[in-house]
């Protein structure tokens, strides 16, 4: 009888969660539920014992230091320290001879094509757009195209527009200009290296136009030298009362709390994630909870949200877990109760032993 009620609750339990949380009726409770430890339970599932050794050395050997990097810290954080050989070629290619040499020259290669690889040309990039110099060096190029009549990109072009007004104060962003202007700069980056996926692209560029009024700026564009920085840059003064960014604004800041927990440049990669705006939230608060080491759990789970972590499998294995240990609890419980029961039931033969044995004093 007992061992029929277990295999019908393993059977019940599991069943009754997968339809419970399939009609939504777990959602406050699975909200609650830590992630981490949800995602450190996967990871622990799916990663092989020696998985994370050999992607930083397939890392290292290929120049990605980044990655080798962000796979150290996933291994940390699973509580797997790496091998003693994958950690000395690790903390070889750290020491400030190597790092100077890598980052020096990517850096100034970033800057001056606002285009990069890794995090020292994705921060030269970005930080040539936060001195307007990567904005004019965009409109020159991109305007160009337009006021020619070319093919050119209207996301580039929008957002170095809206990142030039914001700089010269002359359209007012929520929250403060630096967001805005940093958010910008990591749009433009991840558009230039590749990473931006063709929905949100698409997304983002409706944003953008609705932004940026295209016809009245190829009118303004037309009437300067694109060649002159600081013609360019009273055009767009002139021109900003025509750019509507309140809608853009949302994005931008998203794009700088990722950066503020992951970086420039693991911003700009996570963005491969990332098919519309509700994934950028998605991967934004995914990034505030794991930092740099998102993009490696992303790569090893396949999961791009914290809630993502959260489906069936998981949860049962989770609520199994209560199961279980409220079992043994009451295992431990049942039989505590039945050794007191024991030992009472023997003290009381005891007694009437004792008592049977003893003359009866009034005979």
Do not use: C
Not at 212 to 219: C, G, M, N, S, Y
Request: charged share 20%; no cysteine; aromatic share 6%.
């Amino acid at each position: 009888m007992r061992a029929f009620l277990l295999v019908f609750l393993a059977i019940v339990i599991p069943g009754g969660a997968i339809l419970a949380l399939e009609a939504g009726l777990l959602d406050e409770y699975v909200d609650q539920i830590p992630a981490e430890t949800l995602i450190l339970q996967e990871l622990n599932a799916v990663v092989g014992p020696d998985e994370l050794d050999g992607r930083v050395l397939e890392a290292l050997e290929d120049g990605r230091q980044d990655d080798a990097e962000m796979y150290a810290e996933v291994a940390a954080y699973m509580n797997r320290p790496l091998s003693p050989q994958t950690a000395d070629a690790l903390a070889a290619s750290q020491t400030t001879t190597a790092v100077v040499l890598r980052n020096t020259g990517n850096f100034f290669e970033g800057f001056v094509s606002g285009e990069g690889s890794d995090s020292a040309a994705f921060a030269g990039a970005v930080t040539s757009d936060l001195t307007v110099i990567g904005d004019l060096r965009d409109i020159g190029g991109e305007g160009s195209k337009m006021v020619a009549g070319e093919e050119y990109s209207e996301v580039i072009l929008g957002l170095s527009v809206v990142g030039l007004a914001v700089t010269a104060g002359t359209v007012a962003s929520a929250g403060g200009g630096l967001p805005a202007r940093v958010g910008v700069s990591l749009l433009k980056v991840a558009k230039k290296a590749g990473t931006m996926t063709k929905s949100f692209t698409q997304e983002l560029g409706q944003l953008v136009s609705r932004a940026v009024d295209f016809p009245a700026l190829r009118r303004t564009l037309s009437d300067v030298s694109l060649a002159n920085p600081n013609a360019t840059r009273r055009a767009i003064g002139n021109y900003a009362d025509n750019i509507k960014s309140a809608e853009l604004f949302p994005v931008l800041a998203r794009m700088d709390g990722m950066r503020t927990a992951v970086g420039p440049a693991e911003s700009v990669r996570l963005m491969k994630y990332v098919k519309n705006t509700r994934d950028l939230d998605n991967v934004a608060d995914m990034s505030k909870t794991l930092g740099v080491k998102t993009r490696g759990i992303i790569e090893l789970t396949g999961k791009t949200s914290l809630r993502a972590f959260k489906g069936a499998i998981n949860i049962i294995r989770w609520m199994l877990e209560w199961v279980w240990a409220l079992g043994v609890a009451i295992v431990g419980w049942l039989g505590l109760a039945g050794s007191r029961r024991v030992i009472k039931n023997r003290r009381t033969r005891v007694a009437q032993t004792q008592a049977a044995a003893t003359p009866n004093k009034l005979a």
